[in-house]
């Protein structure tokens, strides 16, 4: 049977946002079958723009009136769609609208293994391959096979390998400023383990002090950590690490660490530049230089920086949240300013940043 979509208008974002900014959406429609994809191109036309997609909103920040129509994605369902006894491996289907973290959870205590470094993390199954999730040294590109996605212009579903996804660091097709809110992500493809491979050489898993022999024990460690570490937005609101660790090459990374011995930086890849030569490119840590510029636990009207995280920007029970465009502004001006280096915020923004 085909079901009708739910819409409704003037709907409060506060409850739909992490940040919990208190602004609204005028149209909100809620996907909650693929038989209702259909209806939705259809309808596209007539509904106020912009058109963008939402799941848990754990990374995008409303910080004023959204003037057109969100979708928000509820397809729910899980199965094991391919298994290879001999190799001890199966792909499993999960919808977009289901819960990233239980799903997790859930393929661990199945006996499944891959997803454990990835524990905790909010949002929904279908957000997670836009920005190519990615905590503790792994990344969902690790384990995602191919995924479907409706085409809302064109009203056609279809399938991308994971290659078609373009994963990076952070990034993927899905990001790019021509595909994004063109494609709904209904379901995608992890191919999981029955055989544990631990991947603990982040220090923080390191030298957690927990014996780390099983993939249970890795996901314990992770929420353990990730509690004490990380402010819990239903206590205090937040969109997760407000900036992405800027890439630079190796050369402003060695001139930066002259001045500053202890700023963290990591080798990610090698690239050549148009004349042929080869180039390190140096992930930094974002939180240091924003820590290092002054701007940790520090408050700007009802918005602040995190005194538990530099990269956590927080907003602050008594205020509506719509400061933050201006202090993300001022943490990125000043760190231009100290260090020459430019950050660039990791949710999506509304407004769009210069927009
Ligand atoms: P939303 O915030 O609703 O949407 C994010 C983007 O994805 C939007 O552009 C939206 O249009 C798009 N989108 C959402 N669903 C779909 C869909 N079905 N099809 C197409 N586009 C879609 N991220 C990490 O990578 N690693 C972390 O360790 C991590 N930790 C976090 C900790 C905290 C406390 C918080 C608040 C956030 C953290 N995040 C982290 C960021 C966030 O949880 C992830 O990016 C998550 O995948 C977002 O899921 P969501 O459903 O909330 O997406
Ligand atoms: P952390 O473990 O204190 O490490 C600080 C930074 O150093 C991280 O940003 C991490 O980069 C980098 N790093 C540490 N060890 C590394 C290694 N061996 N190789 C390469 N890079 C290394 O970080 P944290 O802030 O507590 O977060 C823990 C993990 O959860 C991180 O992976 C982080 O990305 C993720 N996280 C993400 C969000 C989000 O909203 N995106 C929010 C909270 C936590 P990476 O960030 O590239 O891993």
Redesign the pocket.
């Known amino acids: 049977m085909i079901s009708t979509l739910n819409i409704q208008t003037h709907v409060p974002l506060a409850p739909l946002h992490t940040f919990a900014c208190q602004t609204q959406a005028q149209y909100v429609a809620t996907l909650s079958h693929v038989d209702q994809l259909g209806e939705l191109t259809q309808r596209l036309a007539r509904w106020p723009a912009p058109v963008w997609v939402l799941g848990s909103g754990s990374n995008i920040v409303f910080a004023a009136d959204f003037p057109g129509t969100l979708i928000l994605n509820c397809l729910k369902g899980r199965s094991c769609i391919a298994e290879d006894k001999a190799e001890g491996s199966a792909v499993w289907r999960v919808a977009a609208g289901e819960s990233w973290h239980e799903w997790v959870s859930q393929s661990i205590a199945e006996g499944w293994y891959g997803l454990e470094n990835l524990a905790l993390i909010p949002g929904t199954v279908g957000a997670a391959p836009v920005q190519n999730i990615?905590?503790?040294?792994v990344e969902l590109s690790r384990v995602c096979v191919g995924l479907s996605a409706w085409h809302l212009p064109s009203g056609k579903m279809r399938y991308f390998s994971a290659d078609e996804c373009e994963f990076s660091y952070r990034d993927s097709f899905f990001k790019r400023a021509d595909q994004q809110n063109q494609w709904i992500i209904t379901a995608v493809d992890f191919k999981l383990s029955k055989h544990f491979r631990p991947n603990i050489?982040?220090?923080?898993l390191a030298q957690c002090g927990h014996v780390l022999d099983s993939a249970r024990a890795v996901f314990e460690a992770v929420c353990q950590i990730r509690q004490q570490?990380?402010p819990d937005p239903a206590q205090q609101p937040n969109a997760?690490?407000f900036f992405k660790?800027p890439i630079v090459s190796g050369d402003v990374a060695d001139a930066l660490k002259q001045k500053m011995p202890n700023l963290?930086v990591?080798p990610v890849a090698v690239d050549s530049n148009e004349a042929g030569k080869t180039i390190q490119r140096v992930?930094l840590?974002a939180?240091y230089l924003i820590e290092h510029a002054g701007f940790k636990g520090k408050v700007c009207e009802d918005v602040g920086v995190s005194s538990k995280?530099a990269?956590v920007l927080v907003r602050h029970r008594a205020g509506d949240g719509r400061g933050v465009l201006s202090l993300s502004e001022q943490i990125k001006a000043c760190v231009m300013e100290q260090f020459g280096v430019a950050l660039m915020p990791?949710p999506i923004l509304w407004p769009s940043v210069g927009a």
Not at 134 to 137: D, H, I, L, P, S
Not at 201 to 204: C, E, H, I, K, L
């Open positions: 990615g905590a503790y040294g050489t982040y220090p923080a570490k990380l997760g690490s660790n963290p990591y992930k840590s939180a995280h990269l990791e």
